[in-house]
């Protein structure tokens, strides 16, 4: 959106240089206006020339996809631990309950199952 604004604005400067060179109002003011309009249109038409003449994509934009990649990797990651962290804790708490005797085999049995499950576990 700020490219397309900057192309607004040069065209805009454009006008009053044309203005002011019609009726020889000026010289210094055109001349800063000239310079201007380069600059805007410069930065305006970047993405053009970044896909022209930088080979189809900038190099910050292969970056920025990289660093996206490893923070959702490393996002992954703490999620997996995260998740067997719960794991360990429910699945020790059932072990407790169990050698207690506050839940019966068949149970703990049953919640065991249903904590694999929940978890995507195999194994029972």
Same mark, same amino acid.
């Given at each position: 959106?700020?490219? +397309?604004?900057?192309l607004?604005?040069?065209?805009?400067? +454009?006008?009053?240089?044309?203005?002011?060179?019609?009726?020889?109002?000026?010289?210094?003011? =055109?001349?800063?206006l000239?310079l201007?309009?380069?600059?805007a249109?410069?930065?305006?038409?970047?993405?053009?020339?970044?896909?022209?003449?930088?080979g189809?994509?900038?190099?910050?934009s292969s970056?920025?996809?990289?660093?996206?990649?490893?923070?959702k990797?490393?996002?992954e990651e703490?999620?997996?631990?995260?998740?067997?962290?719960?794991?360990k804790?429910?699945?020790?708490?059932?072990?407790?309950?169990?050698?207690?005797g506050?839940?019966? =085999?068949?149970?703990?049995?049953? +919640?065991?199952?249903d +904590?694999?499950?929940?978890?995507g576990?195999?194994?029972w």
């Amino acid at each position: 959106m700020n490219k +397309l604004f900057s192309l607004g604005v040069a065209g805009l400067l +454009l006008a009053v240089y044309k203005i002011l060179e019609y009726f020889h109002l000026f010289r210094i003011v =055109q001349v800063i206006l000239v310079l201007a309009i380069f600059v805007a249109l410069c930065y305006g038409l970047s993405p053009i020339f970044n896909f022209f003449f930088g080979g189809g994509s900038s190099g910050s934009s292969s970056y920025k996809y990289s660093s996206d990649e490893e923070e959702k990797l490393k996002n992954e990651e703490a999620n997996k631990k995260i998740k067997e962290m719960e794991y360990k804790t429910k699945k020790s708490e059932l072990e407790w309950k169990r050698s207690a005797g506050n839940i019966t =085999q068949r149970e703990y049995d049953n +919640l065991m199952k249903d +904590l694999n499950n929940e978890y995507g576990k195999s194994g029972w």
